[in-house]
């Protein structure tokens, strides 16, 4: 079963290779009732973020779900505008209430600038780096069990890493098929970071790429399956999303493997953004 094969950080913190994502979920009940879903169905890594808004209600369904805590792998993440130490010390706080957890298992850096100068890739070093260390901190005090970043390419990487004493334990990038990062997973890869996936589906758009068509049905699975097992066969923990139960069971059904030449002919289609 997917939801029993699982990672490993390099601090040696296991993680679910499948997780939840909830990316563009709503809060509220929309939020609680797919978390709730997704966790009755096996999913026993929940990822959210601050930006979200939704970390109160999937903080409720895993408090209501009713398993122990050591048990839930949760992730979230620090707003992207947040490059300050002691800022990013309140905010970590602010999410951890809002979840009602004594600790978070991941937090991440959501990205190396604010989102609403990700077109410009401005430097904000600095400010990773103060926040950063604040995680450190964190993370020595045991109130986060890893830490990580999002969104990170090479060059915020190589900056971060000569000012820090931690090497993040995973970095959370957009990966599917058409974009399969290959030379910053394999930058990652050598300096023991994690992969983490997130929209392995490319928020939809993935399904208009007509190999995946034939391959599903070859395979005798759905378009979505065959781009969710992609991801895992890369390695990476994958994050797919969903509010509709029978989709949230459908992507966890991921007990089949692709064959070398199969993968070879996805890994082909780099370049592919889905942008239109």
Wanted: charged share 25%; proline share 5%; glycine share 6%.
């Amino acid at each position: 079963m997917i939801f029993q094969k699982t990672l490993t950080l390099s601090n040696g913190v296991i993680v679910p290779l499948l997780g939840f994502g909830t990316w563009q979920i709503k809060p509220g009940d929309e939020a609680y009732q797919s978390t709730l879903t997704a966790l009755k169905l096996g999913y026993r890594h929940i990822d959210t973020a601050a930006a979200y808004r939704n970390e109160q209600s999937v903080g409720q369904a895993i408090k209501d779900f009713g398993l122990p805590r050591d048990q839930v792998f949760i992730t979230t993440k620090l707003e992207s505008h947040i490059k300050d130490y002691d800022q990013a010390l309140i905010e970590f706080e602010n999410s951890r209430q809002r979840l009602g957890v004594d600790y978070i298992d991941l937090y991440l850096i959501h990205a190396p600038w604010p989102w609403s100068e990700w077109q410009t890739n401005p430097d904000y070093s600095k400010g990773n780096i103060a926040a950063w260390k604040a995680m450190e901190k964190l993370y020595h005090e045991k109130k986060i069990r890893s830490i990580g970043v999002s969104n990170f390419e090479i060059e915020h990487l190589e900056k971060l890493l000569k000012e820090t004493t931690i090497v993040p334990h995973a970095n959370q990038i957009p990966l599917w098929i058409g974009r399969p990062q290959k030379a910053l997973r394999a930058f990652c890869e050598a300096k023991g970071i994690a992969i983490e996936a997130y929209s392995p589906l490319a928020t939809g758009r993935i399904f208009k790429q007509p190999l995946l068509q034939e391959l599903a049905t070859k395979y005798g699975k759905t378009m979505a399956q065959i781009a969710i097992r992609f991801t895992v066969e890369l390695g990476a923990i994958t994050l797919p999303k969903s509010i509709t139960p029978s989709r949230i069971e459908e992507n966890g059904n991921l007990d089949f493997t692709l064959e070398a030449t199969d993968m070879e002919r996805l890994l082909a289609l780099e370049g592919l953004n889905y942008r239109d």
